[in-house]
């Protein structure tokens, strides 16, 4: 992006997030933009040089009550006029819930925020994509406090149960979604997740290896001209099937970029839009997974093609000079690595006869793009190995 008569004179608070606060912390820091990330203890990105270490950020609890009393009951005034980032689910609903009053003191993202909210819900997701013509796995709505038994007993295994909200179904069980191999399965996975007070649905299990997830990000400015898109792949998840991408390629998919152009263009997504999809190897369809209106936790694999969402949006909320790029000029060819859950999900494929050693150290002998790891900014790798260590220490003598 053009440099010319760049303004850096709002700070910015991002809510939430992991290795994407890292990112943002990195990306908007090297700026001489001042960069506050307010997330939970396990966040790494307050421990960046290119982050304000300032007491209070982190959550501690409840993050709607932290981020009220940070922005609203008791404001900084060094956050007066900042920019707030949501980068992750809680952030959004903290957002879409308090967005008046936010807007008062803050810059809010160009996102329409009751939309945003909307695609948090996964079945509305999927609702939103069937109106716009795309293809999604037939869906049995389970819901609390009605008779589950038909939509169970319907369905034909093994079905996936899938939360409404992802965030609340992870702090319970661990993992974004399970497998049920048969009616009684699902009758167990889906009572415990009515006795936590989480909404499920059952969904069609696409069969297929992982490295059919493919994906479409964008950025679509107020008068409704996309200044950026790209799209990428995953060639493994950990665990297979329910985990969080390992291993991520990066290449130019025409076909993907479409079909997410019509998701997009009909819900009338403002700012950043990312919809991910699986191949069904049934009928080669791209069939929706899901949809995330923020930074994913790819963040930095797409900074290093070429795609730096974070300036991106603070050019445009602040009106200043942006560059319209097309989706295939990026750097195409990066991958994106987890060093220790991939080896974790390549011993699991090995075991299976899925993949060799061979074909393993070809895949990782080469350069990649971390998620935490940079030579001029290496505390949030030091801290995330020191937790590692601390909690392995912890976990024997327990």
Known sequence: MKMRNFDAGR????????????????????????VYVSASPICAAGYSRFSIDRAGLTVSGN???????????????????????????????FIEKYEDKLRIRYLLERNQVRLRSRLLNKLETLRLAEQAGLEVPKTFEVPRGTDIGAAITKARYPMLVKPIYSHLFQKQFGA?????????????????????????MLCDWIPGPDSQLCSYYTYVDDAGQRLAEFTKFVTRRHPQYFGGGVFHGT???????????????????KGICNIEFKRDLRDGSLKVI??????????ELLVRCGL????????????????????????????????????????????KKEMTWPQWIRQVSRRHV????????PMPTIVRIFRLIRGKIAKTFK
Do not use: C
């Not at 300036?311 to 909320?317: G, S």
């Not at 060093?339 to 090995?350: G, I, Q, S």
């Open 63 to 93: 993050e709607e009550e932290h981020w009220k009393k940070l922005l609203i009951d008791e404001p900084w005034k060094e956050l007066d006029g900042a920019i707030i980032i949501a980068l992750s689910d809680p952030g959004i609903s």
């Open 176 to 200: 974004k979604l399970l497998l049920a191999s048969s009616p009684d399965e699902a009758f167990d996975i889906v009572g415990k997740s009515h006795a936590y007070g989480l909404d499920v």
């Open 290 to 299: 899901e949809s995330n209106p923020r930074m994913t936790a790819a963040q």
């Open 308 to 351: 730096d969402f974070a300036e991106l949006t603070y050019r445009d909320i602040t009106n200043q000079e942006v560059q319209v790029t097309n989706g295939e000029d990026y750097r195409y060819g990066q991958t994106y690595w987890y060093p220790r859950p991939d080896f974790a999900a390549f011993r699991a494929m090995r075991k």
């Open 11 to 34: 700070a910015v608070l991002a809510l939430g997030g992991a290795e994407n606060a890292v990112s943002v912390a990195r990306s908007l820091g090297r700026l001489g933009i001042k």
């Open 370 to 377: 971390y998620p935490y790891f940079k030579l001029n900014d």
């Open 251 to 269: 290449s130019w998919q025409p076909n993907v970029a479409e079909t997410g152009r019509r998701f997009v263009a009909s819900i009338g997504m």
